[in-house]
T-cell receptor
């Protein structure tokens, strides 16, 4: 069984400030981990994914995440927030291979203040 | 290239009516998934199709929900005798076949927003 916990349903930052969105997972098998972003009235867009290669994963729009097995975490960061980063962010886990179902966290709404 | 498309984008129906939601996956993607996004439950897996294999229906919440995929491409999710708790955004995703040591990225459509009155 797999699960994802996203700490903080709402995060607010100032433009130019560090963005940190937290994700902890539980998985009985080596996990594949994902961050997706959802803009209003749109579908989910993949930001980045971890699939057992490098533990520091770089994604689109300047985001990156680090897989820490000892902490069962996969936090998402961006050094400098932009107004266009305002959206909802979802962390997801799967078992990979035939275990293809994505299990999502509840999401974190990011607000960027001018 | 074209992404995953879904229709209708919005659907309002009355309790007890049947609805059909359509998904057109990315060309060449043999794997297709349906998820539901609701305020109370977040994002939930519903059903998965891969090629000609039997679908994984383990996420369907009740026997009022069914889905089919014709010709390995377009999929239709049908909800019979809709209830107010069925109100949600229904998202479709497609990917290359999972497995082979790599988790294939699931590409999502814009969703169908269903409101049951």
């Amino acid at each position: 069984a797999q699960s994802v916990t996203q700490l903080g349903s709402h995060v607010s930052v100032s433009e130019g400030a560090l963005v940190l969105l937290r994700c902890n997972y539980s998985s009985s098998v080596p996990p594949y981990l994902f961050w997706y972003v959802q803009y209003p009235n749109q579908g989910l867009q993949l930001l980045l994914k971890y699939t057992s290669a490098a533990t520091l994963v770089k994604g689109i729009n300047g985001f990156e995440a680090e897989f820490k097995k000892s902490e069962t975490s996969f936090h998402l960061t961006k050094p400098s927030a932009h107004m266009s980063d305002a959206a909802e962010y979802f962390c997801a886990v799967s078992g990979g291979g035939s275990n293809y179902k994505l299990t999502f966290g509840k999401g974190t709404l990011l607000t960027v203040n001018p | 290239g074209a992404g995953v498309s879904q229709s209708p984008s919005n659907k309002v129906t009355e309790k007890g009516k049947d609805v059909e939601l359509r998904c057109d996956p990315i060309s060449g993607h043999t794997a297709l998934y349906w998820y539901r996004q609701s305020l109370g439950q977040g994002l939930e897996f519903l059903i998965y199709f891969q090629g000609n294999s039997a679908p994984d229906k383990s996420g369907l919440p009740s026997d009022r929900f069914s889905a089919e995929r014709t010709g390995g491409s377009v999929s239709t999710l049908t909800i019979q005798r809709t209830q107010q708790e069925d109100s949600a955004v229904y998202l479709c995703a497609s990917s290359l076949p999972p497995g082979g040591g790599s988790q294939e990225t699931q590409y999502f459509g814009p969703g169908t927003r269903l409101l049951v009155l």
